[in-house]
């Protein structure tokens, strides 16, 4: 209930939209977890360490997510709960 709940809110600030969008956007979006879940627990339900992405913008390995995060930590910041 708690994922649902923080993954709700993550799609409500991002207006349900990719927000890396561009025409290489797919249409299925998912609520990503900036810093891992597993890593960082205490993270996991607050909802400035999501952002909405779609399938084909969603990263595929760990170190990739890492790369992003400073991405899309500016990319969420003006949006901010």
Same mark, same amino acid.
């Given at each position: 209930?708690? *994922?649902?709940?923080? !993954?709700?809110? +993550?799609?409500?600030?991002?207006? $349900?939209?990719?927000?890396?969008?561009?025409?290489?956007? #797919?249409?299925?979006?998912?609520?990503?977890?900036?810093?891992?879940?597993?890593? *960082?627990?205490?993270? !996991?339900?607050? +909802?400035?360490?999501?952002?909405? $992405?779609?399938?084909?913008?969603?990263?595929?390995?760990? #170190?990739?997510?890492?790369?992003?995060?400073?991405?899309?930590?500016?990319?969420?910041?003006?949006?901010?709960?």
């Amino acid at each position: 209930m708690a *994922y649902k709940d923080w !993954r709700r809110k +993550v799609w409500e600030r991002d207006n $349900l939209k990719c927000k890396l969008s561009n025409s290489d956007c #797919s249409k299925k979006i998912i609520a990503h977890h900036i810093l891992g879940w597993t890593k *960082y627990p205490k993270l !996991r339900y607050e +909802v400035n360490n999501g952002i909405t $992405l779609c399938r084909h913008h969603h990263p595929r390995k760990r #170190s990739e997510e890492m790369r992003l995060a400073p991405v899309f930590h500016k990319l969420i910041d003006n949006h901010k709960i």
